[in-house]
């Protein structure tokens, strides 16, 4: 896109952080993205920082800094000017979004299969894509000793084991971006990088995060320029990390230090460092859900290359979605080289498989936007 049809997307009245703050966050509808604090802090404009997920002018001295340029208010993912656009875009016609290829599909990666919430699909993608020399660094998520979810940029595959699996409250995937003109020179030398504009990035997360970087790229703003893939995980809810791990300590009396891993299988459990396996009604979770996931209407992120989720896939798997043609062709590579496994759909199923897992998603969809 030419940077004049860019301009057209914004309007005269140029809504700045003022009309964010008042519309989205005061409203409660912060996703806690961090595409705000991203482009405005990568700019140096020294305006708006992020505390306790939510973002807020540094100090009153800080709003004269703002020069009302309106970037953070266009590529918030709950804001609405340029949503049409990147349906067009992204050629989304329905709830579910564009759909190249669908597709079940496990890790062949002993070590991923190990670690993956599911089928290890995004880690092996990511490993793919450094081995490959596709990427230079990816945006994954890890956990702190105390189950916190820590967005992180890693640079090396061999980093990829610690960021698998699901971390079930925020992660601000984005915020990261905002110290790309800070990374260790050191990093670029090593990898022959001149130019930081010249570094290519994997992103992961979820939905609404995909669809604040797709923002970000449509209207061509930095620092979403080094990404080059983009990965969205299915997303039903999201939690407050607080309230999360407050009521799983009270109905299992597990500290977040001694959880494994979680998961959610029409209920939530946890695995326990000792190996136990614990069962929590998924309704005891109801107060921590993030206020923004009640009136969110995205399930399987549609503005991504590709989408990768746990429903409707067989134990072990993971369901696939390509969306864009680069997407296409990294699954087609991945099953090509060996490196994925695809499930192979039972004869009889053959001609209703797809869609009854499309009815499935349809459903889950409707009963997000009916849970509000
Ligand atoms: C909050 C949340 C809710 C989800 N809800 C559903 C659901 O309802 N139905 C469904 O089918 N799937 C859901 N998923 C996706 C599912 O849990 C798996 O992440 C997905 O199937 C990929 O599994 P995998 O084995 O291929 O990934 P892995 O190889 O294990 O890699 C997982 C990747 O996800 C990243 N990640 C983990 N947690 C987060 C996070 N909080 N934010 C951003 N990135 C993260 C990790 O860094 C890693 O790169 C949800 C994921 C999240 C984060
Ligand atoms: S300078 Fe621009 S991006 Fe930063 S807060 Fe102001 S309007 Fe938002
Ligand atoms: S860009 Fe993200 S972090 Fe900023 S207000 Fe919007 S949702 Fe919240
Ligand atoms: S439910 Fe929607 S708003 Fe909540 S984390 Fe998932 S994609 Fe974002």
New binding site residues.
């Given amino acids: 896109m030419t940077e004049s049809k860019s301009k057209k997307f914004i309007d005269i009245n140029v809504k700045t952080f003022k009309d964010l703050d008042y519309k989205i966050i005061k409203t409660d509808k912060c996703?806690s993205c961090g595409a705000c604090i991203a482009y405005c802090e990568s700019q140096n404009f020294n305006v708006i920082e992020m505390n306790d997920y939510i973002p807020s002018f540094k100090t009153e001295k800080n709003i004269d800094n703002c020069n009302e340029c309106g970037v953070c208010y266009y590529i918030c993912p709950q804001t609405s000017p340029l949503l049409e656009k990147l349906c067009e875009a992204y050629n989304i016609k329905d709830k579910i979004g564009n759909i190249i290829k669908i597709l079940s599909a496990k890790t062949t990666n002993a070590a991923i299969a190990k670690v993956g919430q599911d089928g290890g699909v995004v880690s092996t993608i990511l490993a793919y894509l450094f081995d490959k020399h596709k990427i230079d660094a990816a945006i994954v998520s890890e956990f702190d000793k105390n189950l916190k979810p820590i967005p992180k940029i890693v640079f090396d595959k061999k980093d990829l084991l610690k960021s698998a699996g699901t971390r079930y409250s925020?992660s601000p995937q984005i915020i990261p971006l905002k110290d790309l003109y800070h990374i260790s020179h050191g990093f670029f030398t090593k990898r022959r990088i001149f130019n930081i504009d010249q570094l290519r990035m994997a992103f992961i997360g979820?939905?609404?995060?995909c669809r604040a970087i797709s923002k970000m790229r449509f209207l061509r703003v930095k620092p979403a320029h080094v990404i080059k893939y983009i990965i969205s995980l299915f997303?039903?809810?999201?939690f407050e990390y607080n309230k999360l791990y407050d009521i799983l300590r009270k109905e299992t009396n597990v500290a977040p230090n001694n959880i494994k891993k979680t998961w959610i299988k029409k209920n939530f459990f946890i695995s326990t460092k000792k190996n136990e396996e614990i069962e929590v009604d998924i309704k005891k979770l109801d107060p921590a859900i993030?206020k923004?996931?009640h009136?969110?209407n995205?399930?399987t992120?549609q503005f991504s290359d590709i989408s990768i989720g746990s429903s409707g896939a067989p134990k072990g798997y993971s369901m696939i979605i390509t969306r864009t043609e680069i997407g296409y062709k990294i699954i087609k590579s991945l099953l090509s080289y060996g490196l994925i496994e695809q499930f192979i759909i039972p004869a009889s199923e053959n001609r209703d498989w797809i869609n009854k897992k499309l009815n499935w998603y349809n459903q889950l969809i409707s009963l997000?936007a009916n849970k509000k």
């Fill in positions: 996703c925020i979820t939905p609404c995060q997303c039903f809810e999201n993030r923004p996931c009136e969110c995205e399930f992120g997000k």
